[in-house]
């Protein structure tokens, strides 16, 4: 586990940072052995393991190049709960293993950069270790919309 931030909203930062600078050992780093994630498609993965099969692709670039940016952020440090409303900006112009048929899809109706927009609930021990990540987004047909090129996209 990483050391432990200051604050549960502190640690929805760096794990999101994780995520952002493509650290799969890192984002593991913040979940508790025995913690769920439902991702929004009706499954739950279980343990470690079975997250980090999830991330994987996610984190080989399948998708495309990814960044989230979180817009609204609500702690509860009492419940050991932390809510995020992020935008997923996703890049498939410079593909990485992307995924044909999705890349395709996406470069066809939306250009080589999206957005897609969702929420995540976090649930915390009482070490400050996540126990529960669970995704409010659509996933069959994403509801994703051209992206203007952020700063992060021409400054990299």
């Not at 549960?8 to 979940?31: C, G, I, K, Q, Y």
């Not at 935008?87 to 066809?108: E, H, K, N, Q, T």
Request: hydrophobic share 40%; charged share 25%; proline share 7%.
């Amino acid at each position: 586990m990483n050391p432990a931030p200051s604050s549960l909203s502190a640690t929805v930062d760096e794990f999101v940072e994780a995520f952002n600078v493509n650290d799969l050992d890192r984002v593991m780093a913040f979940f508790a052995d025995d913690a769920e994630y439902q991702p929004g498609d009706g499954a739950t993965h279980r343990g470690r393991d079975a997250i980090r099969a999830e991330f994987a692709p996610q984190f080989a670039g399948r998708y495309g190049a990814m960044r989230f940016d979180v817009h609204d952020k609500v702690v509860d440090e009492p419940g050991r709960r932390v809510a995020i409303r992020w935008a997923c900006r996703i890049d498939v112009s410079r593909p990485r293993g992307v995924f044909l048929p999705l890349r395709l899809m996406g470069l066809l109706r939306h250009g080589p950069r999206m957005v897609w927009q969702g929420m995540d609930v976090f649930h915390f021990d009482a070490g400050g270790a996540i126990t529960g990540k669970y995704t409010y987004a659509h996933f069959k047909v994403p509801p994703m919309t051209r992206d203007r090129e952020p700063a992060w996209v021409s400054a990299g």
